[in-house]
């Protein structure tokens, strides 16, 4: 049987950060040296296509670092032709069973890559799928522990929590957020420009400033 996906990439998409990277990225959109291992889908430059997302993330970087940094949203604009390039994309419509042990296999294995383990023939170059809830972090400990150890009920149970938030409720792929990730630095800085910044105001708010 022999199936075909066409996959498009949105247009415009965004990356949260704060004001002390802004240069970097100016220079270099997606610098591998700074890709920080133990996320979801692996080490990779992470964007979305929800502005709100990447406006709360871009909140919470802010709080990180006391509430003394600025956070910023990269508005990205990609550009996927021409790609010189092959490339393999690798797509989580919406939530599964899959998804959530592709998450939990990524956090539990950050330096050595788990995709062949589960089945693939190799890491894609772009993965795209929901986020997990933020609610994440207060179990995400305890649930690698388990995976590594072989608990066969822990992916189920792991699934069931990324898919609540703490108050228990199912949230759907547009509640939890859409991430686009890059994990092939060259690919990511032939398709993406930045087009423009905001950058969060002190009383509240964004200021745009575009990218020349
Ligand atoms: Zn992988």
Redo the contacts with the bound molecule.
């Keep these: 049987m022999a199936i075909t996906n066409h996959v498009e990439l949105p247009h415009q998409i965004y990356h949260a950060t704060h004001i002390e990277n802004i240069e970097s990225f100016k220079e270099n959109i997606a610098d591998s040296t700074c890709w920080l291992p133990e996320k979801d889908?692996?080490n990779g430059f992470y964007t979305t296509n929800d502005i709100k997302q990447a406006y709360k993330r871009a909140k919470l970087l802010s709080r990180y670092h006391g509430g003394q940094s600025v956070g910023c949203v990269l508005d990205l604009r990609c550009n996927p032709e021409p790609c010189p390039f092959n490339y393999n994309h690798h797509v989580y419509l919406g939530v599964n069973r899959k998804w959530a042990e592709?998450i939990l296999?990524?956090r539990a294995y950050p330096n050595e890559?788990?995709?062949e383990i589960?089945g693939?023939s190799?890491?894609?170059d772009i993965?795209s799928g929901p986020m997990a809830d933020n609610s994440i972090k207060d179990f995400i400990g305890k649930d690698v522990y388990r995976y590594l150890n072989n608990d066969n009920n822990v992916v189920d149970e792991f699934y069931e929590k990324i898919i609540r938030g703490n108050d228990g409720k199912f949230r759907n792929t547009f509640d939890l957020g859409y991430q686009i990730t890059f994990s092939n630095e060259e690919l990511a800085n032939t398709m993406l420009t930045i087009k423009g910044i905001w950058y969060m105001k002190k009383g509240g708010g964004w200021v745009y400033e575009e990218v020349l």
Aim: aromatic share 22%.
């Design positions: 889908f692996g592709y296999a990524h890559d788990p995709c589960l693939y190799c890491h894609s993965i």
